[in-house]
């Protein structure tokens, strides 16, 4: 009869270990490419084996898992007005800078907008 081989990370439950990790870390990468994360936040991937012996001490269940810690996603901020409108309060978003002053896609610059008068001069 043929020796068993010793448990590896490669060996063990048929190389789950392995596939865990894989899985984890394409979980990570995504979540460094995402640009919405905070490029700064650290990522982990964590392997956990818990063994869990018999009363003699010659045989253990081996419960392998993986878990991860991602960056959230970063958080979004702006301004709203708020008043009443009706009688009911409302809010609106304040207008965005492209809003007010829209460019001129060709030339990069800011378009020419009519005097109040509703001519352009």
Known sequence: METPADVTLATLAEGAPEELFRE????????????????????RIQLTFDVATDEERR???????????????????????????????????????EELFPTDKQAGRPQAVPAAGGTEG
């Open 24 to 43: 984890a870390l394409r979980a990570v990468l995504a979540n460094v490419d995402d640009p919405n994360t905070d490029w700064k936040a650290r990522r």
């Open 59 to 97: 045989s253990a269940k081996v419960t392998v898992a993986c878990s991860t810690k991602l960056a959230g996603i970063r958080p979004v901020a702006t301004f709203v007005h708020i008043g009443r409108r009706g009688g009911v309060l409302a809010a609106v978003e304040a207008a965005r800078n």
